[in-house]
Structures are given as structure tokens and as C-alpha cells.
């Protein structure tokens, strides 16, 4: 792809949760809505200096990864509130009804002293986000999601509601080892490899 | 190998119980078939601290404080570790043995007969042997850890409950067991504290 203008087009936002959940547990995309202006992927790269003392204190002669999140923030304009309620609802903690909190301390990707669930399998809350991108065919697809931060921001009143919405993206994997177990080997990847987007070509997962 | 920043990289780490542990006595929720059990990964760096013990040979001539020659006197090693993402049986067997071994039938948390030896004169990994050995992999840096005979060592293990995470730091103390040979005698010479060399399954 030579350099060119870039121009994303109409972004709808689509979304996936976990298996057997009514509103986004479907195998495949719900739709969440579009936004009312450009939506911000923000993408959080952490690193570490390495410094040696023959190099002051000041500039790293190396440096070191620390892998990534994404922010993802947008304004809703035309939008599914059934299916915002349900990404509500994964984001605390897979209750039933909006509203309600979930158990302080359970885990979005299984619950509490289960092992971690592949993404999509019930009981994992955590969301699938697609950006789709027709005109510039760049889709962004985020695997494990929730709401974060100030999550919503939920204008009421006689004028349109314009609901800002922030996602955070991270590298969920079912095992951080990376790799399962090899007797007498030294198996294990860590993070290698765990996903955190991609741009598939279309918009599905 | 040259000189080089020294990166570990994940850590994954394994311990190998006596017989009585794997084939016997199985930890609860653990497949009983295999000696070699997966105890999981640390949130933070595993800290191995070996402590070398000298002994001064004084003479006269050279005074009090100042000796002419040292004594090697053996060593140990410490290792701490803060548990994230763990088997809770595995550690609860971890740490019945380190309290003299559990009994075939006890529930966690009971004590063994006071004065108990923790290797009961028996080879590592042998039944009855309370001793453990620790695997720490190495994937990135490829330089593993086995350190061969140990147990939680005071104050052993603190275990938060509650409903953040729940990080179990571990304090391991590994020592040179040996036994005696044939005549009645017993020498460090060519014991092993740790190695590189991997547990395997039997």
C-alpha cells in the first residue's frame, strides 16, 4: 500500500461477548452503534529503561518492552442501548442485569478460583471489539475488552444523547505461561504471541 | 557465553515430591500418575540468595581479627517467591511436607511427630522422604535452576485471603542432604545444593 490520504470512512462499532449471554453471546458480530465523531484508538505501549552505570544514570543503553493496552474512546450517537447495557454488564464482572455489581474481586476472564476461560466461552466477561472500516479496509479488531475509567458518560435530557464511551484493550490469554506443560522441555512463552488486535480483512471474527 | 545483560525471562517453576506425594498419596485435584507437579508462576522476580558459611583458621602470629587461612564450611540457599497464578493443592502439599510430611489419610494443616528428620534417611524422591526439589525454567535465558532437597523454611509461607488475588509468598530453604554411605559415613564432598539439570517424570 503506497502513502495516501488517509481516510477511515463510517465506523460501525460491532461487539462480541461470551457464549449464552441474550444480548452479545451470539457466534457472531452485534452491532453497537456509530459514533458521532472520529473514534480515538489510543494505543499504550509500555517500556523500561536499562541502565548501566558506564552510561549514566540519565539515557538507557538498552530498553525493554513491557508488552501494551489500547484506550479505545468514542461518542455514541446512534446506538443499540441494549447491547451498551450488555457491554456494561460484562464490564461488571457477567451479571445478569444491568445495574447490579458483580462480586469484588472476580475476574473478567473466568470467575473467581476458576482458571482463566478462553475468550467467547461463558464466564469469560470480557469483549470483542470491531471498528469496522469499509472505505479504507483497515478493520481494527480488539480481542479482549471492557469498559474502563469513567466508563460512560450518559447525557439525559430533550437533546440526542451523545454517550462517550471508553474501552480498554488488553493481551488476555487463558495462561500466562504461554504454553502448556512440558516435562523435562522448557515449554512456555509467556506473552508471546497473546492477542491484543489485528486487521483481518473483514469484519468478523 | 560473553558478558551480557542477564534476562530470565518467565518462570515457571515445578517441584518433585517423595513418592509417598505421587504415586500413594496424590494431591488432591492432581493426577496421582506423576512425581513431578507444576507449582506455578511468580508476580515478581524469584530471589535465590545462597549463603556461603567460612570459617576463620586463626594463628598467633597474624593476631585476632586477621586469619592466615579461611574454612570452607558448606552452604545453603535461600529462595523466595511471591505466587500469583498457582495450584493451591500443590502448595498445600508443599507445605505439609516441610511440616515433617502428612500422614496417608490426614487433612492439610495436621503436624508430624515432633523430631521428625525431614529426609528420613532415605535417597530423595524415595518415599517417606519429605525433602523437595524446585525447578525454576528458564525459556529466554535458558539457564534453569534445580535446587535439589528442600522445604518452606520460618516464617514459610504468608497466604492473604480475601478478595484481591491472593499472593502466597514463599520462603524456601534448600540445604545439601546426604545420607550415609555403606560404612556408616556421611560426606559433603559432591553433594548437590542446585544444578541446571531439569527434573524429569519417571
Redesign the interface.
Known amino acids: 500500500m503506497a502513502r495516501n490520504l488517509f481516510i477511515n470512512g463510517e465506523s460501525m462499532v460491532y461487539v462480541r461477548g461470551p457464549s449464552g449471554d441474550a444480548d452479545i453471546g451470539g457466534s457472531s458480530l452485534t452491532q453497537l452503534g456509530l459514533a458521532g465523531d472520529p473514534i480515538q484508538v489510543q494505543l499504550g505501549l509500555r517500556h523500561r529503561d536499562?541502565i548501566v552505570d558506564a552510561w549514566g544514570p540519565e539515557i538507557p543503553m538498552?530498553v525493554?518492552t513491557f508488552l501494551s493496552d489500547v484506550i479505545i474512546n468514542m461518542n455514541l450517537v446512534h446506538f443499540d442501548r441494549t447491547i451498551l447495557d450488555a457491554c456494561l454488564r460484562m464490564s461488571m464482572g457477567g451479571v445478569s442485569t444491568v445495574g447490579l455489581v458483580g462480586?469484588?474481586?472476580r475476574r473478567l476472564g473466568s470467575a473467581v478460583g476458576g482458571p482463566g476461560l478462553a475468550p467467547f466461552t461463558a464466564g469469560n466477561s470480557y469483549i470483542g471489539l470491531i471498528i469496522d472500516s469499509p472505505v479504507a479496509g483497515k478493520v481494527w479488531r480488539f480481542y479482549s475488552t471492557y469498559l474502563t475509567g469513567n466508563p460512560v458518560s450518559f447525557p439525559l435530557g430533550v437533546e440526542r444523547s451523545i454517550v462517550a464511551v471508553q474501552f480498554r484493550a488488553i493481551p488476555y490469554t487463558d495462561d500466562?505461561?504461554?504454553a502448556s506443560?512440558t516435562?523435562?522441555?522448557?515449554?512456555?512463552?509467556?506473552?508471546l504471541n497473546a492477542k491484543l488486535w489485528d486487521h483481518p480483512a473483514t469484519a468478523t471474527w | 557465553m560473553g558478558r551480557n545483560l542477564v534476562i530470565n525471562g518467565e518462570a515457571m517453576t515445578w517441584v518433585k515430591f517423595g513418592k509417598h506425594i505421587g504415586i500413594t498419596n496424590s494431591v488432591p485435584g492432581v493426577s496421582g500418575s506423576q512425581v513431578l507437579f507444576e507449582l506455578g508462576l511468580a508476580s515478581e522476580e524469584i530471589r535465590v540468595t545462597p549463603k556461603y558459611n567460612h570459617m576463620d583458621l586463626p594463628a598467633d602470629d597474624y593476631g585476632r581479627e586477621t586469619s592466615p587461612e579461611t574454612l570452607w564450611m558448606g552452604a545453603e540457599c535461600n529462595v523466595q517467591m511471591t505466587l500469583v497464578h498457582y495450584d493451591p493443592y500443590v502448595l498445600d502439599a508443599i507445605m505439609n511436607e516441610s511440616m515433617g510430611g502428612f500422614e496417608l489419610g490426614e487433612d492439610p494443616g495436621v503436624l508430624a511427630p515432633i523430631g521428625r528428620p525431614m529426609g528420613a534417611n532415605v535417597p530423595m524422591y524415595s518415599s517417606g522422604n519429605h525433602y523437595m526439589s524446585l525447578n525454576i525454567l528458564s525459556p529466554v535465558q535458558d539457564m534453569p535452576y534445580r535446587f535439589r532437597t528442600g522445604y518452606l523454611t520460618g516464617p514459610p509461607v504468608e497466604i492473604p485471603l480475601g478478595t484481591s488475588r491472593t499472593l502466597a509468598k514463599l520462603n524456601w530453604r534448600f540445604i545439601p542432604y546426604a545420607r550415609p554411605n555403606a560404612s556408616g559415613e556421611v560426606y559433603s564432598s559432591g553433594v548437590v545444593l542446585w544444578d541446571r539439570e531439569l527434573d524429569r517424570d519417571p
Not at chain 1, 523435562?184 to 506473552?191: K, Q
Open positions: 536499562v538498552d525493554q462480586r469484588a474481586g500466562p505461561w504461554g506443560l516435562h523435562g522441555g522448557t515449554a512456555g512463552t509467556g506473552s
